[in-house]
């Protein structure tokens, strides 16, 4: 049975794709892995199909026009025929001991009947030249050792959110939600991890250090010159989620409130970009995002606007901007994010 199908979205990837697919390869044939070259330019497939031919029955390859890491992730998905989805990047990889816990794990679900929409385990920053890595853990606020609802977890912090690294959802649920990620556009990992979230029942959540986050390149997405220059589809991304749902209809409290503080976060990021680039007609996309959301869904602009993170960006005049920008780079080396 292939428990988990790993899609690995890759776009002129040739030099550090190697390290992401031997990485879950001792999986053996608990595991699918689903190599999509979206339109790659370099090695990337012929990369793709030797390891193909070696592993016939783990690796698929995907050959597609480029569509963007969105699409290269639909793409995986409509593929997949493991129980379980996860998607890696190619410049990140996985630890083989915790992917040899998360099999077990699934292995023991599998045999007590027992099915999850959600399995979290905990990501690591491999950050370029830095010795002291940081890994992000969430034991102080999911159950452990236990399936569990929304409604049995604790409060998050800024740094704890759930990302891409940090989830694997059941492969059924996520076709059945109707996810499809937008083409030729960044920073829809948001929309991955957050669309999904209402129609998750059942969780999992695995205290091990599984995923290996790579940060260090310059043309990377979270380079903080590169998401300034990317800033519109940064809004883009953050309206597409605010339209997705009207939050005061989702039934449990605890995930409202978690939703709503992702949207908090996503509103923040795409502020301090705009007051970070010093450029006035960003000034103004700014009041615009601000102002979207307000006519888009009142109560829950009320509870941004005024909470902490939405006061911080909006303090008014040039001084406040620049207390705005010290904030995000006081919490930016906190957490360590790029």
Known sequence: MKYISFAIPCYNSQDYMAHAIESILPGGDEVEIIIVNDGSKDKTSQIAHEYMDKYPDIIKVIDKENGGHGDAVNAGLANASGKYFKVVDSDDWVDEEALHKILMLLRHLEEDNEQIDMLISNYVYEKAGVTHKKCIHYRNVLPQDEVFRWDDIGHFRLDQYILMHSVIYRTDMLKL???????????????????PLPHVRKIYYLDVDFYRYFIGREDQSV??????????????????????????????????????????????????????????????????????????????YIKIRYGILGQTMNIPGKSGRKISSLAYTVARRIIGFN
């Open 177 to 195: 939600s109707q996810m499809r990620l937008p083409k030729h556009t960044f920073y829809v990992d948001n929309i991955y991890v957050y669309y």
């Open 223 to 300: 380079n903080e010159k590169v998401m300034i220059a990317r800033v519109d589809q940064q809004i883009f991304v953050t309206k597409t989620m605010i339209d997705m749902y009207q939050l005061k209809k989702v039934t449990s409290k605890k995930l409202r409130q978690y939703m709503i503080n992702y949207l908090a976060i996503m509103m923040t990021v795409s502020s301090i970009l705009l007051i970070r680039s010093k450029e006035k007609e960003n000034l103004e996309k700014k009041k615009e995002l601000w102002l979207y959301l307000k006519k888009r869904d009142m109560k829950t």
